[in-house]
């Protein structure tokens, strides 16, 4: 994106969004779903563990300046599985009313 061609914005940090740490991330997130943060960094499949696993992994990408890999390394994971979940948070957002609101809870905490 070019920032130069927005108008009345003229450098990027203008655009930037405060940083959150990784750490508060994961405990708000295990927080809304009642789980230990120790359990979404495990390769567990669970249900509630994935989803709160795809969804600090959404807010990593959006609140900090770690990479795909960084975050995926974080829970375990691979680069792959970071892409992944950003887009099926996206996704989920866009066509849930329930999904976005209780991210939109989270991320109201966190911000």
């Not at 979940?85 to 209780?102: C, F, H, I, P, Q």
């Amino acid at each position: 994106m070019n920032y130069m061609l927005m108008p009345g914005i003229k450098y990027r940090s203008a655009m930037q969004t405060r940083k959150i740490q990784p750490a508060t991330i994961i405990e708000e997130t295990c927080r809304e779903f009642g789980v230990n943060p120790a359990d979404i960094t495990r390769r567990s499949r669970k249900r509630g563990y994935v989803c709160a696993r795809q969804i600090s992994i959404w807010f990593m990408r959006k609140y900090s300046n770690l990479t795909l890999l960084e975050c995926g390394t974080m829970f375990n994971q691979d680069h792959t599985t970071a892409i992944h979940s950003v887009k099926t948070v996206s996704d989920l957002m866009e066509t849930d009313e329930a999904y976005r609101l209780m991210v939109t809870s989270i991320q109201n905490r966190l911000t």
